[in-house]
Nanobody
């Protein structure tokens, strides 16, 4: 069964850090483009960062550049999002997505999300 599970969210004070994890099962994450998205209350879902398969190129939205780092651990079939210098506007539900091609068909898998709240 193909599944993505996010974890690591929680309540953190402004300026603090969190590390989110996106664990895959039933498929191999390194064969997919993995993206982190977030959805704040009353707003649409927006892309935050992504990492490609080999060679693992990364991309960041300007709003998180220099503060967030996306990485992957192929042995654990997991992608991480290290979030530093968190701001209240980073408060959102964070989702990971795996996008790839299987037998000429585009496949897209989503996790159920993990809530990040940045507040004092």
């Amino acid at each position: 069964q193909v599944q993505l599970v996010e974890s690591g969210g929680g309540l953190v004070q402004p300026g603090g850090s969190l590390r989110l994890s996106c664990a895959g099962s039933g498929f191999t994450l390194r064969h997919y483009l993995i993206g982190w998205f977030r959805e704040a209350p009353g707003k649409g879902r927006e892309g935050v960062a992504c990492i490609s398969g080999s060679p693992g190129s990364t991309y960041y939205d300007d709003s998180v550049k220099g503060r967030f780092t996306i990485s992957r651990d192929n042995a654990k079939n997991t992608v991480y999002l290290q979030m530093n210098s968190l701001k209240p506007e980073d408060t959102a539900v964070y989702y990971c997505n795996a996008l790839g091609t299987v037998l000429a068909s585009t496949m897209s898998y989503w996790g159920k999300g993990t809530l990040v709240t940045v507040s004092s």
